[in-house]
């Protein structure tokens, strides 16, 4: 702390140290505040009431052979459809219920701001070939979800 020779019996301290910020540290400091507020606006955008949601979508066609020899590999096709803009990230799960028995459904992302939701008029698509490879001779059953309501049964026969 430095002391003026006419202010040494009062002991207050010079004003230079009253401030110890320097100007380029006021425009750090500046710099500073001005983004911490843009990240606390980023922050309230990302809380805005909005809906996202995985959900179910139609299976428009599926291509799965009718005789495969055992252990060999082959390719089912599934073409899925969504109906619309709001819709993303279309994927395909195949899910084995038993040895022979699989369920095959499609499956996307719905995002939409609460409170109406205006969703491009777009078909959102996804073409796909899943390797499959079975290990057993027999019969295997596919129930292929083309929609909540509808499912086809389709049949493979390993030699």
């Not at 400091?29 to 606006?41: A, D, S």
């Not at 459809?81 to 040895?99: D, M, Q, R, Y």
């Not at 027999?138 to 030699?159: A, P, W």
Request: glycine share 6%; proline share 4%; hydrophobic share 40%.
């Amino acid at each position: 702390m430095h002391f003026n020779l006419l202010q040494r019996y009062t002991m207050v301290p010079e004003r230079q140290d009253l401030f110890p910020l320097k100007v380029s540290n006021l425009n750090y400091m500046k710099y500073l505040l001005l983004i911490l507020i843009i990240c606390l606006f980023c922050v309230y955008c990302e809380k805005s009431p909005h809906t996202k949601e995985v959900g179910m979508v139609q299976i428009c066609s599926s291509t799965i052979a009718d005789t495969v020899m055992q252990n060999e590999s082959t390719g089912i096709q599934i073409i899925a459809s969504a109906p619309n803009g709001c819709w993303s990230n279309l994927f395909v799960e195949i899910k084995s219920e038993t040895v022979s028995d699989y369920s095959v459904k499609a499956y996307g992302t719905f995002s939409c701001r609460e409170g109406g939701c205006a969703c491009p008029d777009v078909l959102v698509g996804m073409d796909t070939i899943i390797n499959f490879q079975p290990t057993q001779k027999g019969e295997y059953v596919f129930s292929v979800y083309n929609s909540k309501d509808s499912i086809t049964i389709d049949t493979m026969i390993v030699k």
